[in-house]
Structures are given as C-alpha cells and as structure tokens.
C-alpha cells in the first residue's frame, strides 16, 4: 500500500505533534479543556451513574496505575479511564463541537490524564496528546456530519459519536502518552475502532447508560494503545475500507477526505464550545432566549403560551415526545427537556443561568415549572434549521395573557467561538461544580495548577490537589 491511509496519516500527525509539541496557545486551551473536565466530573461524584461504576472497578481491583476520584487508593489505567470518563459525562456539562454535534473533551482527557499519570509524563506532554486526541476526536465527527442533511449522520443513525469517534481519539492521546511511535499509534486507533459504540435512545425514552458513554471510550482507548504496545494490530483502513468505521456507521455519505483536510495547519480545537448550563446542549439558545424575557421583567404567571422554535433534528431531543419532555422523568431527562428548561429559566435558576439544583428529581417536580413547561408547544423553525449545526439556534415567543407577544431569537449560542466565556466564567463554573467536594481555597489551588501544566515537570501538584476530597469529606448531593 503506496499511499498513507488515513489512520497513518493521523498517527503520523499524533506522532510529530508529540515530538514537536503543540504550542503554547493550544497547549492552553487544552488546560481549559482539563479544568473544565475536572469541574464537571467533581460534580458528578454522587450520581448514580458514577457511583455504579466506582463501585464496579473497585470490585474489580488490580495495580493502582493512577487517580480515580471518590476511592483513597489509586486504578489500573484503563479503570481510572472509565470511572473518569462516565464521571465527566455525567453531568451533561461537558464541551460541544459544531457541526460535529460530539463531546470530545470528556473520553480524551480522562484517558490522557490516567496514563500521564501511569507514565509520570510532563504537564506540556500531557497538554499536547490531550491536544491531539481531541483534534482526531473531532475530525472523525466532521467526517460525518452531511451538508445536504444539515446534520451528523451518526446522529440521524441514532449514533452517539462522541462514544465513537471519542474512542479513537483516547487511543490516540493514549498511544502517544505510551511512547508508541506512529505505527504503533496507527495500531492503537485501528483497535479503538472496533471497540466505540453508543446508542442515543436513551435521550428520547430514559435510561442512564448514556453517561457512562465517555467513560467506555476513555477505558477502549487506553485499553486500545495497551494492546498495541504488547503486539495487538488494527487494519490499516480502518477508518475507510469497505467495513471500516466511516462505512460501518455512516454509510456513503460520509465525508472521508474532511478527516485530513488541513491537519496540522487548522486545528479545531479552538473552536469547540464550552457549555455554560449543565444540560443537553440543543437548549441552551432556549434557556438564553428564556432569561432575556425574564430579564426584561417578563413574569411567568403573567405567560399564557410559549412557543419554542428550534432545529427540526434537535426537536427529535429536547422536543418529542411532547408529553413526555412536558413531564421529565427525573432530574436528569429534565436535562434533555426544551420545555423544562425553558420554564425554569423564565422562573429563575443557578449559577451562569441554570445549574446543577435546576436538574435534581425534586426540581423537575416543582409544580410551578411543570405548569409553565406545560405551556411550552416546541416547532421546527425554518431559519434555525438553516443555521443548525453550526450553532444550536432557538427563537421562544411569549404570548402574554393581555395579548401582547414577546420574541427573542438566539442564532448564536454562549461558550463558543462567537460568544465566549470569559476566563472569570471559566473559573467560576469549576467553583460552583467543586463546592460541595472542595472547598474555595482547594478549588483555587486545583484551577492553579491546571494552568500551570503548561511548563509543569510533572503531574505531582495536580494530582495531590485533587486528592484534596475524600469519601470521608463533605460529599456532592
């Protein structure tokens, strides 16, 4: 084979950037990339979820290789890739790239930071593999997102490809953390291939498995550039051949060369949105749109009907079944809720907007936010399918009970490119995500040394700060 496949050619591109480094301005966004992951998972150490699977690799044992959040002693690699993985997608607070449509932050990072940890490797070395795995991460979803379609094929597949393509790009970060040289990085994604998976029903009709999605594909990309460090081989089209990943998941209409498209050159990385409200990224514009009209003095009990117009694909999410997003399950499905989280917006919520007390069983119960998500009716808007999924828009009408209608359209969702959080919003977030297993100091410390990675000789001070909490400790609720 004459021609690099495009698993060498990635490997060859992980290879170089972890010999030569990313640079300072992505090595520093890659530390945004870990603070934000480690706020998220701090949050979610008493979810069910989390708690199911720390119980799970507990009992399982073995060598303790590095951090695992929430036990005293230390996991195997692979193990402490699970556990951080689920811990960091738990919350539905994790980072969004557009128009992939995945989460690339919460397999990479969890897996990256339990083999640095394993291979007592540098801050720098850890930013740049974190770097690179999100960049492949996100590459392999862009491959599959469908112009024509105006959405990721994986999705319309009911495809979870954060699951998917997250897998390889943790075997990535992990295989260059291992010290594999690009043929052996080509061999740990090309195992990774076969070992992502993720199925979405979850988000339409309940069931938590979902969380546990990013926890799998960091425990399958750790495992993966195992494999390929003890002799294990992965074919080398494994990501274009007639039964590799683009054809198996996607079919013809995955766009192949989009994978290498200016690799090395333009990095996406930049570009990938942090989340500002710890719910399914399809109804943040509805939650922005919501706390302008409360900002104006809009008052709910003065609200007759409202009318949510988002994306006809992200409807399939947050908007259907009408009955049931009316009447969220549980804390969690209110997450994935338009109506929920519009009426709680418009009635008043936490942190940057909404936050994690707007999610918890007892909130999607409230009376009040029920009556008011009762009178939320979604529809597909026209001008937010023409947009999507660039952005994630929404345009949320009130009509009032005098009559009087009140509109406001949101084309440009907050966290991203075109409308950042700032460094304080950053900082902020991990605060209010760490308060009930840190205190404000601890939180401090651990935002220091995250930022300090990027000419930091070891993990050490990181690593010491987490292990600030204890299960003895103060405990999230």
């Known amino acids: 084979m004459s021609e690099s496949t495009v698993v060498q050619r990635l490997a060859e591109f992980a290879y170089t950037a972890g010999i030569n480094g990313v640079g300072a301005e992505l090595r520093a966004d890659a530390a945004r990339r870990v603070l934000d992951v480690l706020g998220n998972s701090l949050a979610a150490l008493r979810t069910p979820p989390a ?15 590095a951090t695992a959040l929430g036990l005293p002693g230390g996991l195997p690699e692979a193990s402490a890739a699970l556990l951080g993985g689920t811990l960091a997608h738990a919350m539905d607070f994790d980072d969004t790239h557009l128009p992939s ?3 690339p932050s919460a397999s990479v990072v969890p897996a990256a930071l339990a083999v640095a940890e394993s291979r007592n490797v540098s801050g720098p070395r850890l930013l740049d593999a974190v770097g690179v795995g999100i960049e492949i991460t996100i590459r392999l979803g862009i491959a599959g997102y469908d112009a024509a379609l105006g959405n990721s094929i994986f999705f319309e597949r009911g495809l979870h490809a954060t699951a998917i393509c997250g897998t390889v790009g943790a075997a990535a970060a992990a295989a260059v953390l291992s010290g594999l040289d690009a043929n052996g990085i080509a061999h740990a994604m090309g195992i990774a291939a076969s070992m992502g998976s993720g199925l979405l029903e979850a988000n339409r009709t309940g069931g938590t498995v979902k969380r546990v999605h990013c926890g799998w594909a960091a425990h399958g990309g750790v495992t993966a550039a195992g494999l390929a460090r003890t002799g294990m081989t992965g074919p080398p089209t494994v990501i274009e051949g007639r039964f590799g990943l683009l054809q198996a998941f996607c079919g013809d209409r995955a766009d192949i060369d989009a994978i290498c498209r200016g690799l090395g050159e333009h990095w996406e990385l930049p570009g990938v949105f942090f989340k500002p409200y710890p719910c399914n990224h399809f109804t943040h514009a509805g939650i922005d749109a919501a706390l302008r009209l409360r900002a104006q003095g809009i008052d709910p009990d003065d609200i007759a009907e409202l009318e949510l117009g988002a994306p006809t694909a992200a409807l399939r999410t947050i908007g259907f079944p ?16 338009g109506p929920y989280t519009v009426a709680a917006a418009l009635l008043g919520g936490g942190g940057l907007g909404l936050f994690h007390e707007d999610f918890t069983d007892t909130a999607a119960r409230d009376p009040k936010r029920l009556a008011l998500a009762a009178r939320v009716h979604c529809i597909p808007d026209p001008h937010c399918d023409s947009i999507f999924p660039h952005q994630f828009p929404a345009v949320l009408t009130a009509r009032l009970r005098t009559g009087q209608m009140r509109t406001e359209r949101v084309e440009v969702n907050r966290g991203g490119p075109g409308n950042p959080l700032s460094a304080e919003e950053l900082a902020t977030k991990f605060r209010l995500n760490a308060a009930s297993a840190l205190t404000p100091a601890e939180a401090d410390q651990v935002t220091d ?3 300090r990675l990027v000419d930091a000789p070891d993990l050490t001070a990181l690593l010491m700060s987490l292990k600030s909490w204890s299960p003895t400790k103060s405990t999230p609720g």
Request: glycine fraction near 8%; avoid cysteine; charged fraction near 20%.
């Open 51 to 65: 708690v199911a699977v720390r119980t799970l690799v507990d009992e399982w044992g073995g060598r303790p290789q």
């Open 322 to 337: 009408a009955e049931v997003k009316a009447r969220p399950e549980s804390g969690y499905h209110a997450a994935f809720s």
């Open 101 to 103: 449509v995945l989460h």
């Open 449 to 451: 040394h995250v930022y």
